[in-house]
Antibody, heavy 120, light 108 residues
Framework: QITLKESGPTLVKPTQTLTLTCTFS??????????VGWIRQPPGKALEWLAL???????RYSPSLKSRLTITKDTSKNQVVLTMTNMDPVDTATYYC????????????WGQGTLVTVSS | SYVLTQPPSVSVAPGQTARITCGGN??????VHWYQQKPGQAPVLVVY???DRPSGIPERFSGSNSGNTATLTISRVEAGDEADYYC???????????FGGGTKLTVL
């Protein structure tokens, strides 16, 4: 059974750095073709693709956020970490991590999401 | 960057067919994926690679893709299909993922 779960702070202050952890089970991020991505959704708005890390440590970032994002993996812990610097109230959103193992990079398993509010 | 355009809303009566479009420049050359999201829940993949269905997704959900438009078709719509639907592609030119703006399906 494949599961993913996001964890991290629910409230951060403007200018702070957000660190989110995705802990997963049921698959290995050392398996060829596998990747874990992060997607966010501001309240009442659309999904936004953020970043993706592959089994071989190849990484992709949204161009609009690339300067603020870092994605890393710890295969031994079955975790993927996303950091986002210089948080702003517009970054308030539910953040999801999700699994991709298809060549066309669709997300077939998602975590439940975690709501992060940016406010002083 | 690559842009996907969806209608904000689609309405359909129960038992009828709903068609949700996703427009993009030469989208027919890309693989399109569709997600269903109900309020307060994470998205669920309902169609991938234009027209394939994950296990557990009813045959009522189907997809097509040609030219500049991809379409998610939901046949014999049920009240439980009411949700937001998002298309997604992988933009090979930038090697990045892109989501559409989402379509709210209302079952009348």
């Amino acid at each position: 059974q494949i599961t993913l779960k996001e964890s991290g702070p629910t409230l951060v202050k403007p200018t702070q750095t957000l660190t989110l952890t995705c802990t997963f089970s049921g698959f290995s991020l050392s398996t060829s073709g596998v990747g874990v991505g992060w997607i966010r959704q501001p309240p009442g708005k659309a999904l936004e693709w953020l970043a993706l890390i592959y089994w071989d440590d190849d990484k992709r970032y949204s161009p609009s956020l690339k300067s603020r994002l870092t994605i890393t993996k710890d295969t031994s812990k079955n975790q993927v970490v996303l950091t986002m610097t210089n948080m702003d109230p517009v970054d308030t959103a539910t953040y999801y991590c999700a699994l991709t193992k298809g060549a066309t990079n669709y997300f077939d398993y998602w975590g439940q999401g975690t709501l992060v509010t940016v406010s002083s | 960057s690559y842009v996907l355009t969806q209608p904000p809303s689609v309405s359909v009566a129960p038992g009828q067919t709903a068609r949700i479009t996703c427009g993009g420049n030469n989208i027919g050359s890309k693989s399109v994926h569709w997600y269903q999201q109900k309020p307060g829940q994470a998205p669920v993949l309902v169609v991938y690679d234009d027209s394939d269905r994950p296990s557990g997704i009813p045959e009522r959900f189907s997809g097509s893709n040609s030219g500049n438009t991809a379409t998610l078709t939901i046949s014999r719509v049920e009240a439980g299909d009411e949700a937001d639907y998002y298309c997604q592609v992988w933009d090979s030119s930038s090697d990045l993922g892109v989501f559409g703006g989402g379509t709210k399906l209302t079952v009348l």
